[in-house]
């Protein structure tokens, strides 16, 4: 796949509401991350509403018995993909309710089958506690597209927790996946200068694919100040690792999210990263197909 | 957009798809395929979840349920 990294991650998301693998998609990369994104929030209301009415039937069942035997009942008889699409239809307090009396492993995979439009509700009124527990598990089980879903459906107080308890590389790939700028943005100001400049050290002499969500999430904060920084703690890096990232920027189409970052930078810093030798690499240059974005110039 | 493609999607993605204008017609019979699988494996699935729910239900509630449901 030749796309970009916000296209690629789109395309993984379409994927997965589909069912199917990210090459069973790349026909909709010509559509861009906008439109792709659109498309999969069409799919996901088509697929989800489908069989609504059979779950709401079902849902309205449970109001007329006692918690504890609703919670005896979904365990040993719905699996997590059906607990989780009642859970849907349920008021959330209810489900909520519900929710704080299941097993973490359970309710992971219920995470998965929930229907996002109608996760939030649900989401803020589960203890915070087990909400952690429930993220913990998705780390464990590396599933970073529903812990992009659930960042949107989490509150301040949630943010707080998980920028103590997620691992740095793992709330990059969360921010990678994440469908709103505006809740990675309070995400990543609920993290400690220190916290938050250790995320960013850790993510540039990492992996590749931590580079690049690095730069994703650098470029998709919706807080100009706190991307200058973040751009700051990338600029104390030295010369070797940051020409690593651009090899990166280039290699995973991260070109427009590289850009973003070194405008961002302070000066003298953006000047240091403008005068390294592999900018003078053909794939930064106007008009190389590698580059999504026109110019390198300061 | 091919029209028998567009009017087998219009039902499952509204009427307003001119978004999808820029997917060539294999493309778009490529979305067809793509959703129309998925609607298969998620009715499927489903279907798979809900029997054995049944089957795990004790008899009482098992009848009520499947009343309200139609099954």
Not at chain 1, 39 to 68: C, G, M
Not at chain 1, 82 to 94: H, T, V, Y
Not at chain 1, 251 to 277: F, G, I, K, S, Y
Not at chain 2, 44 to 60: N, T, V, W
Request: aromatic share 4%.
């Amino acid at each position: 796949m030749g796309a970009d990294l916000a296209t690629r991650a789109e395309l993984v998301k379409l994927a997965r509401a589909l069912g199917t693998t990210p090459d069973g998609v790349a026909f909709a990369e010509t559509l861009g991350a906008g439109d792709i994104r659109r498309l999969r929030e069409r799919v996901v209301s088509t697929l989800y509403d489908e069989h609504r009415a059979a779950f709401r039937r079902v849902a309205a069942i449970t109001r007329t018995l006692p918690t504890s035997l609703n919670v005896r009942i979904a365990l040993r008889a719905f699996s997590p993909l059906l607990a989780a699409r009642i859970a849907s239809e349920m008021p959330p307090e209810r489900a909520a309710e519900l929710a704080n009396r299941m097993p973490v492993d359970f309710l992971a995979e219920g995470c998965v089958h929930l229907d996002p439009r109608r996760a939030e509700p649900l989401i803020t009124r589960i203890d915070r506690a087990r909400v952690i527990a429930v993220v913990s598990e998705l780390i464990r089980r590396g599933d970073f597209i529903t812990l992009g879903r659930m960042l949107d459906a989490s509150t301040e107080e949630m943010l707080s927790d998980l920028s103590t308890t997620v691992p740095d590389e793992a709330l990059l790939r969360i921010g990678l996946y994440a469908e709103s700028g505006t809740q990675l943005t309070r995400a990543m100001r609920a993290l400690p200068a220190e916290r938050l400049r250790a995320v960013i050290h850790s993510a540039l002499t990492g992996a590749p694919d931590v580079r690049a969500a690095a730069l994703a999430v650098v470029s998709r904060v919706e807080d100009d100040e706190l991307r200058g920084r973040l751009a700051a703690y990338a600029a104390e890096l030295d010369d070797a690792t940051l020409t690593e990232l651009l090899h990166t920027a280039v290699a995973e189409d991260a070109v427009t999210e590289l850009l973003t970052a070194v405008a961002a930078m302070p000066e003298p810093a953006r000047t240091r990263v403008l005068a390294l030798p592999a900018l003078r690499d053909s794939a930064f240059h106007p008009g190389s197909p590698n580059t999504s974005c026109g110019t390198t110039s300061p | 957009m091919r029209s028998d493609v567009r009017e087998q999607l219009r039902p499952w993605l509204g009427e307003d798809v001119a978004f999808l204008e820029r997917l060539s017609d294999d493309d778009l019979a490529r979305l067809c395929d793509a959703l129309a699988t998925a609607r298969r494996g998620q009715a499927k699935a489903l279907a798979a979840a809900s029997d054995e729910a049944y089957r795990q239900m004790p008899g009482p509630l098992r009848r009520g349920i499947a009343r309200l449901v139609g099954r």
